[in-house]
């Protein structure tokens, strides 16, 4: 049972452009979703995360926005940087709930 | 602060051996989960545990997998008897509370 999918395993983006990675999911059932950044033999590393009750919020460079009615929510990264080239998962949280559910992650690569 | 520590960064072991995987929770943090990453997967919860206490084990696999968290020291997650199959990534992550988890570096495990 995948209550996150991201159905991208890759993207490739020039620098200086937009990264829109995007997630699904399948249970309404949730209070906020979270992106995580990981770099090769390291861990999942914290980036931005959304409550159920809002559908945009806004961090820097970093953008996520939920749309509830289509269970979809996307992360923009503007401008894009090398140095964002990374797999980037998705993740979905319930307060009081003891784990997070991850999607399959998406690898991006800026290019320079 | 240091954040969250796991040791070994890289194990090697052979079928029906004993792994040991251990993490530090970053300080003040009381929470720890921990996940496993297959390869071409995302993190899948396995456990969830505060201090002497499994709160939540329920990604857990029924046999050979155990895991604690001692009053003093650390996480221990304890995989008896591996297999092939046991061969991933696992990562430990803390939390001061319910929300965002802090993820250690991961620890490969590789089962000959």
């Known amino acids: 049972d995948q209550q996150v999918k991201q159905n991208s395993p890759s993207l490739s983006v020039q620098e200086g452009r937009i990264s829109i990675l995007n997630c699904d999911y399948t249970n309404s059932m949730f209070d906020y979703f979270l992106w995580y950044k990981k770099y090769p033999a390291e861990g999942p590393t914290f980036l931005i995360s959304i409550s159920s009750i809002k559908d945009k919020n806004e961090d820097g460079r970093f953008t996520v926005f939920l749309n509830k009615s289509a269970k979809h929510l996307s992360l923009h990264i503007v401008p894009s940087q090398p140095g964002d080239s990374a797999v980037y998962f998705c993740a979905r949280g319930e307060t009081g709930a003891n784990n997070l559910f991850f999607g399959t992650g998406t690898r991006l690569t800026v290019i320079p | 602060n240091a954040g969250v520590m796991q040791n070994p960064r890289h194990l090697v072991r052979r079928r029906g051996q004993e792994a040991r995987l251990r993490c530090s929770p970053m300080k003040g943090h009381s929470h720890?989960?921990?996940?496993?990453?297959?390869?071409?997967?995302?993190?899948?919860?396995?456990?969830?545990?505060?201090?002497?206490?499994?709160?939540?084990?329920?990604?857990?696999?029924?046999?050979?997998?155990s895991a604690e968290f001692p009053k003093e020291g650390p996480s221990i997650l304890r995989i008896q008897q591996v297999v092939r199959g046991d061969s991933a990534a696992y990562f430990c992550a803390?939390?001061?509370?319910?929300?965002?988890?802090?993820?250690?570096?991961?620890?490969r495990l590789t089962v000959l």
């Open chain 2, 94 to 107: 803390s939390s001061p509370k319910f929300d965002e988890q802090f993820f250690g570096p991961g620890t």
């Open chain 2, 32 to 65: 720890v989960y921990w996940y496993r990453q297959l390869p071409e997967e995302g993190l899948k919860f396995m456990v969830y545990l505060q201090k002497e206490n499994i709160i939540d084990e329920s990604g857990m696999p029924k046999e050979r997998f």
